[in-house]
């Protein structure tokens, strides 16, 4: 059984920075590429940045700059580093386990964590 826990959201103030970690359980992570996710209030929920088994990362065009994602294999943990978070950046983030193509694109399956919740003040 494949359990994901996220972490490390919480309030900043615009321009601030917060760390996410995903960590896992019931699977080694550096068998699975990550996504992390994010859902506002009234929105569809939206893949932010993903991570390869090999390390490779994309990002969505809004977090480009700064946001990054990262592995540490020997914590069986993902993080989504957030800098420069602005209003917009405000939702509950989550972490999945999925697919990572050659071709960049990421598939979530159905492993998904609780969520973690990101506000943002201006």
């Known amino acids: 059984q494949v359990q994901l826990v996220e972490s490390g959201g919480g309030l900043v103030q615009a321009g601030g920075s917060l760390r996410l970690s995903c960590a896992a359980s019931?699977?080694?992570?550096?068998?699975?590429?990550i996504g992390w996710y994010r859902q506002a209030p009234g929105k569809q929920r939206e893949l932010v940045a993903a991570i390869s088994r090999g390390g490779r990362t994309k990002y969505a065009d809004s977090v480009k700059g700064r946001f990054t994602i990262s592995r540490d294999n020997a914590k069986n943990t993902v993080y989504l580093q957030m800098n420069s978070l602005q209003p917009e950046d405000a939702a509950v983030y989550y972490c999945?386990?999925?697919?990572?193509?050659?071709?960049?694109?990421?598939?979530?399956?159905?492993?998904w964590g609780q969520g973690t919740r990101v506000t943002v003040s201006s």
């Open positions: 999945n386990t999925g697919l990572y193509y050659s071709t960049g694109r990421y598939d979530a399956s159905e492993y």
């Open positions: 019931g699977t080694p992570l550096r068998f699975n590429a």
